[in-house]
């Protein structure tokens, strides 16, 4: 059985990029505010873990590469986002197991999961920004 928010083997991409019960569940947690704050800050912040991961798998940093996958499977866990959080557990995975060359394969489709999810929330973002505007 998989963790939830992990892809598994038979279930690969099936798990939405977004999905927006983690937030929802966030929200009756922290707030909806500080909930919408998270999703923010985690789409400001993605250049940086992006790059972070990046940097420490070209690098052959085993301990900045682990700590980028944390980092990223955490935050990705916590908004909602699904596929990457996936990713993110590989990758930490293949690491453990096998080093940075065999992570830093997985890297292209961190980076291009990372991207959509980003465009995503930003999306969702502007949508819930429009609905909660007051009309004139």
Request: charged fraction near 25%.
């Amino acid at each position: 059985m998989t963790a939830p928010g992990i892809p598994s083997e038979e279930t690969g991409n099936a798990l939405p990029l977004v999905d927006p019960t983690a937030l929802r569940v966030l929200a009756e947690d922290v707030g909806p505010e500080s909930a919408a704050s998270f999703a923010r800050d985690f789409v400001r912040i993605w250049p940086r873990r992006r790059d972070n991961l990046t940097a420490a798998l070209k690098q052959d940093d085993y301990d900045g590469a682990l700590d980028a996958a944390l980092s990223l499977r955490t935050s990705s866990t916590m908004v909602g986002a699904s596929q990457l959080a996936g990713l993110a557990c590989e990758l930490e995975r293949r690491l453990r197991a096998d080093g940075t060359a065999a992570a830093a394969r997985l890297l292209p489709a961190v980076v291009e999961c990372g991207e959509r999810t980003v465009a995503v929330l930003v999306e969702d973002n502007a949508a819930d920004d429009g609905a909660s505007s007051p009309r004139a």
